[in-house]
């Protein structure tokens, strides 16, 4: 019988990402919020009660309990462009221990484009935080979410892998300093203001000094609340032509399903350099051929290597060592998940005993405990039921210990 919230085999991950698929395909099955919400909904026909979906320019992966990883498959693929044939063809897929590891794996920054990339934390949270405002999240993913950031915060503060100032956000800005001799003057127009948008602007104006930046978003008052934080400045996306015409850099971090920069948005000649962050591209493939424009997308960006990306890769170790000291710590969890029945049937009854002697005021041992003592008292007893239920795996005889250890002056 298929237990979606007790069973470890019945985790999967199923998705795809830059590995084998390019950033067009990625987009044909990239999932934004609206589409996510309408995933939720559409979960209960699939029978999946705990998943969470995370999309970026790198992936799109559902994680959840099911009976299979084709109903994840399914469930993720009523609101993809792409079809479910298509997905099918081109996804992994990955069960119980592996499929958690991979989760850890992906946080930590091993499975991304740029090793050690720790945009994705970020990500993963959000996504998290969606699926759980719609109960789409219950205590065994929370207790896993909650291990893979432990152990991402454990990764950051004792190695090496996210040091150094590496990411997709920062490759752009490097590029743009790189491409112009002389950065300073330059006219830098800033599409999108989430979660890569506002790292791609810190990352401006922390590298690229001397420049003049307009930030545009389809919502104003996002545009104007990022400008505003960074002392810049921001205009309506009804004047984004005039913005393009003006601008020698145009970053785009957008979410939009079709392209918002096309060739006839290019004034014929004008030089720019453009560099599409965004999955799906919003930046139409035919800007590519124009006279005098460089485009570059998130896969070219990702082929940068550098000191900083070899001495993260010294890290793969030890990183692999937090991961795994947080999975066991996972499993131990899970396991004793199976004992709390038992465990609040022998509660329950210890209680009894309790009342029962207290009723009948008989002098006993039992009978001496005040009220907040004996919980106290019960409490004990059962975290050391618990402990030697996990490590002896004796079951039968646990009751009558737990009593015995209830009642015993010795033990008290």
Same mark, same amino acid.
């Given at each position: 019988?298929?237990?979606?919230?007790?069973?470890?085999?019945?985790?999967?991950?199923?998705?795809?990402?830059?590995?084998?698929?390019?950033?067009?395909?990625?987009?044909?099955?990239?999932?934004?919020?609206?589409?996510?919400?309408?995933?939720?909904?559409?979960?209960?026909?699939?029978?999946?009660?705990?998943?969470?979906?995370?999309?970026?320019?790198?992936?799109?992966?559902?994680?959840?309990?099911?009976?299979?990883?084709?109903?994840?498959?399914?469930?993720?693929?009523?609101?993809?462009?792409?079809?479910?044939?298509?997905?099918?063809?081109?996804?992994?897929?990955?069960?119980?221990?592996?499929? *958690?590891?991979?989760?850890?794996?992906?946080?930590?920054?091993?499975?991304?484009?740029?090793?050690?990339?720790?945009?994705?934390?970020?990500?993963?949270?959000?996504?998290?935080?969606?699926?759980?405002?719609?109960?789409?999240?219950?205590?065994?993913?929370?207790?896993?979410?909650?291990?893979?950031?432990?152990?991402?915060?454990?990764?950051?503060?004792?190695?090496?892998?996210?040091?150094?100032?590496?990411?997709?956000?920062?490759?752009?800005?490097?590029?743009?300093?790189?491409?112009?001799?002389? *950065?300073?003057?330059?006219?830098?127009?800033?599409?999108?203001? /989430?979660?890569?948008?506002?790292?791609?602007?810190?990352?401006?104006?922390?590298?690229?000094?001397?420049?003049?930046?307009?930030?545009?978003?389809?919502?104003? @008052?996002?545009?104007?609340?990022?400008?505003?934080?960074?002392?810049?400045?921001?205009?309506?996306?009804?004047?984004?032509?005039?913005?393009?015409?003006?601008?020698?850099?145009?970053?785009?971090?957008?979410?939009?399903?079709?392209?918002?920069?096309?060739?006839?948005?290019?004034?014929?000649?004008?030089?720019?350099?453009?560099?599409?962050?965004?999955?799906?591209?919003?930046?139409?493939?035919?800007?590519? /051929?124009?006279?005098?424009?460089?485009?570059?997308?998130?896969?070219?960006?990702?082929?940068?290597?550098?000191?900083?990306?070899?001495?993260?890769?010294?890290?793969?170790?030890?990183?692999?060592?937090?991961?795994?000291?947080?999975?066991?710590?996972? @499993?131990?969890?899970?396991?004793?998940?199976?004992?709390?029945?038992?465990?609040?049937?022998?509660?329950?009854?210890?209680?009894? *005993?309790?009342?029962?002697?207290?009723?009948?005021?008989?002098?006993?041992?039992?009978?001496?405990?005040?009220?907040?003592?004996?919980?106290?008292?019960?409490?004990?007893?059962?975290? /050391?039921?618990?402990?030697?239920?996990?490590?002896?795996?004796?079951? /039968?005889?646990?009751?009558?210990?737990?009593?015995?250890?209830?009642?015993?002056?010795?033990?008290?």
């Amino acid at each position: 019988m298929y237990r979606s919230h007790t069973d470890i085999g019945n985790f999967f991950i199923v998705g795809i990402n830059y590995k084998k698929t390019d950033a067009a395909i990625r987009g044909q099955f990239s999932i934004n919020n609206d589409q996510y919400q309408k995933v939720i909904e559409c979960a209960g026909q699939f029978d999946i009660k705990e998943f969470f979906v995370l999309s970026t320019c790198n992936r799109t992966e559902i994680y959840g309990f099911a009976e299979s990883a084709d109903k994840l498959s399914e469930l993720l693929c009523t609101q993809t462009e792409g079809t479910l044939p298509g997905f099918k063809q081109i996804r992994y897929s990955k069960k119980g221990l592996d499929a *958690i590891q991979h989760l850890f794996e992906v946080a930590a920054g091993l499975d991304s484009q740029i090793l050690g990339d720790y945009e994705i934390v970020g990500q993963i949270k959000q996504a998290v935080k969606f699926s759980r405002q719609q109960q789409c999240v219950g205590a065994y993913l929370e207790r896993l979410v909650n291990e893979v950031l432990q152990a991402c915060k454990k990764i950051r503060t004792t190695t090496g892998m996210s040091g150094g100032t590496v990411s997709v956000s920062f490759a752009a800005v490097q590029y743009a300093r790189q491409h112009f001799k002389n *950065i300073a003057g330059k006219k830098i127009l800033l599409l999108g203001t /989430g979660k890569i948008g506002s790292n791609t602007c810190k990352n401006i104006v922390d590298y690229l000094p001397g420049t003049s930046v307009t930030v545009i978003n389809r919502t104003p @008052e996002k545009a104007a609340e990022l400008a505003a934080k960074y002392s810049l400045g921001y205009d309506q996306f009804e004047n984004l032509q005039a913005n393009i015409d003006a601008a020698d850099i145009i970053l785009v971090a957008t979410s939009a399903e079709e392209p918002i920069i096309r060739s006839q948005n290019i004034t014929p000649g004008a030089a720019k350099l453009i560099i599409d962050l965004s999955v799906p591209c919003n930046v139409a493939s035919d800007v590519r /051929g124009l006279d005098n424009i460089v485009l570059l997308n998130v896969d070219e960006l990702s082929k940068i290597k550098d000191e900083t990306l070899q001495k993260r890769t010294a890290e793969i170790p030890k990183v692999k060592l937090i991961i795994l000291e947080h999975i066991k710590a996972f @499993e131990e969890w899970h396991d004793m998940r199976k004992y709390v029945p038992v465990l609040k049937t022998v509660k329950g009854h210890l209680q009894k *005993i309790y009342a029962g002697f207290e009723y009948a005021s008989v002098s006993t041992p039992i009978s001496n405990y005040c009220e907040k003592t004996a919980e106290q008292r019960i409490q004990k007893v059962i975290n /050391g039921m618990a402990v030697k239920m996990r490590t002896h795996n004796h079951r /039968g005889c646990q009751y009558i210990e737990a009593m015995n250890d209830f009642i015993s002056p010795a033990s008290n």
